[in-house]
């Protein structure tokens, strides 16, 4: 399970909630200024940010449909292709908070047991709580990382900044609705991306844990390869 106690629905749009109060300012103040100097650039910025709203919404919904089960329903899924795309939705993002987005596919990762529309919006997620949060001021570079291991398919996010530790993630874990940044030991935001991401590869049955990378630290979670031929 995601955590020790029962996460409730209310919990968690509490949590959003909070976390989109900032981007919808922020579109509020743009389109104002979109009026009186470089409509074009601040008009990139209010499509841009409202785009990663809505994404989160789409992530909320997503893990309220769960049901009682709990579980997605799992098909084989190209991990590659979907980091592409993570990497094409967070790119303008990306470009507001100075951070670059890289990606490194490590072996022939081939298709993982997953849900399709999940995992995109699990690794936007995981993307989101990095690059947000990160120390202000400061660029970072975000890499979406794939690697076939003896356990799996691993697919997750690291960050050169962030340093995250098993002890950070259990410990935003307990302080989810009890604290306004759990997550504080490497995100400064509210840590709804890492929330939604953990209840979906939690119902994808690939548990979130600390990924380490050279220097670089994250989060990711290991699917099951599909062992499906691929059609040609």
């Known amino acids: 399970m995601v955590n020790e106690r029962q996460i409730t629905g209310v919990e968690l749009w509490r949590s959003l909630a909070d976390e989109l109060k900032l981007p919808l300012v ?24 409202a785009a990663n709203a809505l ?28 980091l592409y795309d993570v ?7 990306s470009q507001l908070y100075d951070t670059s987005i890289d990606i490194r596919v490590h072996g022939s990762t081939g298709q993982a047991m997953a849900h399709g529309a999940g995992l ?26 794939a690697q076939q291991t003896k356990e799996g398919i691993t697919a997750g996010v690291l960050s050169d900044v962030a340093h995250v530790t098993a002890e950070d993630l259990q410990q935003a874990r ?10 504080g030991g ?13 209840h979906l590869f939690a119902a994808m049955e690939s548990p979130l844990k600390v990924l ?4 670089k630290t994250g989060l990711a979670a290991v699917m099951m390869p599909s062992h499906q031929l691929a059609l040609l």
């Open 26 to 49: 922020q579109i509020a103040r743009s389109a104002e200024l979109a009026e009186l100097s470089q409509p074009a650039n601040q008009l990139r910025t209010i499509e841009t940010t």
């Open 55 to 82: 994404r989160l919404i789409d992530g909320y919904l997503l893990v309220t449909s769960l049901g009682k089960q709990g579980q997605l329903d799992l098909a084989p899924v190209s991990v590659t292709a979907t």
């Open 87 to 93: 990497a094409q939705d967070l790119y303008e993002l």
């Open 120 to 145: 995109k919006a699990a690794l936007n997620s995981l993307a989101y709580t990095f690059l947000t949060g990160g120390p202000k001021g400061r660029s970072q570079t975000l890499t979406l990382v």
């Open 174 to 183: 307990q302080l989810y609705g009890r604290a306004d940044q759990p997550a």
């Open 186 to 198: 490497f995100t400064q935001n509210s840590g709804v991306g890492l929330y939604l991401a953990d």
């Open 212 to 215: 380490k990378f050279g220097r």
